[in-house]
């Protein structure tokens, strides 16, 4: 012990590090803040060390070419020791990254805390949200699987939607004309060099700001900030119950960084590390691209939008999105902070959060898409066989021969982007039935040229059986209907 | 800091004229670095036309009246794209000489679209957009029909001019 305490001097009389150290951990906070809600940004920028150390250690083998880096990814996976539990904590990091800035910024908004004098602590703060995105999006390129390949399509179908510099912009994106070898090597030098560089400047700059204007009181209902008074106020709130920010505050913050790690931890031993999918080769068409969950949202609302608004908000929505978060503190910059008597910032956030977690829900599912395989994979439930006649028997070979499941679902299983056809003769008559068929309609394409009159026959002859025991079939009206389609 | 500030402003003594040159030539070199520099970044952006002729094949590959995927190689490559550099293209012989070649990319945000010869069909797997085997809009939410090659036909093989991923501001 003694000759530890030596050296310890020994670098203390040179560095002098005790005077310097001791400001910054001492620093009287509100004993209000000493809480668990006050937990969530240390713990980002302990998921962002743990990212950097993680990051660092797979840039020894992962190779940044278009032509090795999915090679070298399964390298990690099954052929370097333990390098799948690394890409699992990197992936299981970020995860955890996002979440948890996405909690402090909550936190944040609903406290007040961007309120004068922070203002520039939150927009500082925004930016580490969006440059933290810009790492999960990256980092997701990086991988370099067919759902990269093709995510980088969508950024790029996106990016050409700009009007005038959207061919260049493009471009720009990809570094050339197509995905290819200088699309990767942009990307990493992105999200190993320029993000990382800027999101830890700006990390310093958000403690440094933090120190100098002090943590944010719990809001008190009825305490109102003005910019006259509040400095003074915060003073004397300091004085009155200050108490040092280490231990009084740093130990939940400790505790729960440390829970944050050992669930990053036991999260990529557990669930171990994410893709990568299959190779980027273009060719191989049969896949069906997601993004990773933190833009399922993104990816579910670029479904859902109306075509004719669809450019329009995509260029316009992410621009006016990030104005009125830089705006935020400049909009509401005094008054009342707690949550309890701003209801509609409430509101906002369970708005905001309750379409997120709907529309991710959404994504994962993709009810829109057709699924490419249902018809050669999904067989015709038995039920639905049991009793037809040889012509409707035809008709349900029809149904699965023509790709009539990627799209509608029998016995709950097929694509969701059309009606079920379980019971599609208790809504439409035989004639709507041909109608719908041969001319399609309501966003379902028309079959006329691809079924024989023959077909067409068989098909509503099987489909005006698909209705329950209990309730009959659509009948056509008394008055003869205008004869439907050839 | 008083005395400095009188030193600054002193009309022309030595010390604000080195200054004044010291501001000058590191504003100069930054130029001089930062121009290249942006050149370099953007270089990809500056060139306009990225499209040449390539071959996909025999013409008497492709069957008449049928879809068929095709893949060429693009004809702007590093070495180290890999697999990346085959690009796929859907071709259609309507008959004898007249086809359609289309681009792999769905007009809505450029994933892989699927044929479906058995429904005659093109399927989007991301956002459920769906074409007719001429190319026209069936369903879903593309805005336009399928992008289509520019083709011709050359000593009995099929060509077609590629080279970019097309985009609606750059249809092929």
Redesign the interface.
């Known amino acids: 012990m003694g000759v530890l305490r030596s050296i310890g001097e020994w670098f203390e009389h040179r560095l002098r590090l005790k005077d310097a150290m001791a400001q910054p951990l001492t620093h009287p906070v509100p004993r209000s803040s000493a809480s668990w809600w006050y937990v969530f940004g240390s713990a980002t920028l302990t998921t962002l060390i743990l990212q950097l150390i993680t990051g660092v250690c797979l840039a020894f083998v992962y190779v940044p070419?278009?032509?090795?880096a999915w090679q070298s990814l399964e390298h990690l996976n099954y052929s370097q020791p333990l390098g799948w539990f690394l890409r699992g904590m990197h992936y299981w990091g970020s995860n955890f990254m996002v979440a948890l800035i996405t909690l402090h910024v909550i936190r944040v908004f609903l406290f007040g805390a961007y309120k004068y004098p922070r203002e520039l602590t939150w927009i500082v703060g925004v930016l580490l949200l969006l440059l933290t995105l810009g790492m999960a999006f990256t980092g997701q390129v990086l991988r370099w699987d067919q759902d990269a390949?093709?995510g980088l399509?969508?950024g790029?179908?996106?990016?050409?939607?700009?009007?005038f510099i959207?061919?260049?912009?493009?471009?720009?994106l990809?570094?050339?004309?197509?995905?290819?070898?200088?699309t990767l090597t942009r990307f990493f030098v992105s999200h190993v060099f320029l993000i990382p560089a800027l999101l830890l400047a700006l990390v310093g700059l958000h403690l440094l700001l933090v120190l100098k204007l002090g943590i944010s009181e719990w809001p008190m209902p009825g305490r109102l900030v003005s910019r006259e008074r509040y400095r003074a106020e915060y003073e004397a709130l300091l004085e009155r119950e200050g108490v040092p920010f280490f231990p009084a505050a740093a130990q939940r913050d400790l505790c729960f960084s440390g829970l944050v790690i050992l669930a990053v931890v036991v999260c990529a031993a557990v669930f171990g590390p994410s893709g990568p999918k299959g190779?980027?080769?273009?060719?191989l068409?049969?896949?069906?691209?997601r993004p990773d969950f933190f833009f399922l949202s993104v990816?579910a609302a670029?479904?859902l939008?109306p075509?004719y608004l669809?450019?329009f908000l995509l260029l316009t929505a992410p621009v006016v999105g990030i104005a009125l978060l830089v705006a935020l503190p400049f909009l509401s910059n005094t008054g009342e902070r707690s949550f309890r008597r701003r209801p509609v910032a409430v509101l906002g956030v369970i708005l905001i959060v309750l379409t997120l977690v709907a529309l991710t829900e959404m994504g994962e599912s993709s009810p829109?898409?057709?699924v490419?395989n249902a018809?050669s994979s999904l067989p015709t439930p038995p039920q639905y066989v049991k009793g037809r006649t040889p012509l409707e028997l035809q008709g349900a070979l029809l149904v699965q021969?023509?790709?009539?499941r990627?799209?509608h679902s029998l016995g709950g299983r097929g694509g969701q982007?059309g009606p079920a056809l379980d019971d599609v003769a208790t809504r439409l008559t035989r004639d709507q039935l041909i109608r719908q068929v041969l001319q399609?309609g309501g966003?379902?394409?028309?079959?006329g040229?691809?079924l024989s009159p023959p077909e067409v026959t068989a098909l509503v002859a099987f489909l005006e059986t698909m209705h329950p025991s209990s309730e009959p079939p659509e009948k056509a009206a008394p008055v003869p209907a205008t004869p439907a389609a050839p | 800091m008083s005395e400095h500030a009188t030193n600054l402003s002193a009309p022309t003594s030595r010390r604000s004229f080195l200054l004044t040159l010291g501001i000058a030539l590191n504003a100069i070199a930054a130029t001089l670095v930062a121009l290249p520099l942006v050149g370099y970044i953007f270089a990809p952006a500056r060139r306009k036309a990225w499209q040449a002729w390539v071959a996909l094949g025999a013409v008497d590959d492709f069957p008449e009246h049928q879809t068929r995927l095709a893949t060429y190689e693009n004809p702007f490559t590093v070495p180290w794209d890999g697999r990346t550099a085959h690009i796929p293209c859907w071709v259609r012989r309507i008959s004898g000489d007249t086809f359609q070649v289309f681009a792999i990319n769905c007009t809505h945000l450029g994933c892989p679209v699927r044929w479906f010869p058995e429904s005659g069909l093109f399927m989007c797997p991301c956002h459920g957009g769906v074409f007719y085997e001429d190319g026209t809009h069936a369903a879903g939410p593309p805005p336009r029909r399928l992008y289509e090659y520019e083709y011709k036909i050359q000593q009995g093989k099929l060509w077609v001019r590629a080279g970019q991923i097309p985009t609606l501001s750059e249809p092929v």
């Open positions: 070419s278009a032509a090795d390949y093709w399509g969508i790029a179908a996106i990016a050409g939607r700009t009007p959207g061919p260049r912009l493009v471009h720009l990809l570094g050339g004309p197509i995905i290819g070898g200088e190779p980027p080769d273009p060719t068409i049969r896949t069906v691209p990816f670029l479904a939008l075509p669809e450019t829109w898409s057709p490419m018809w021969g023509k790709q009539c990627n799209c982007r399609g966003n379902m394409p028309a079959y040229k691809h």
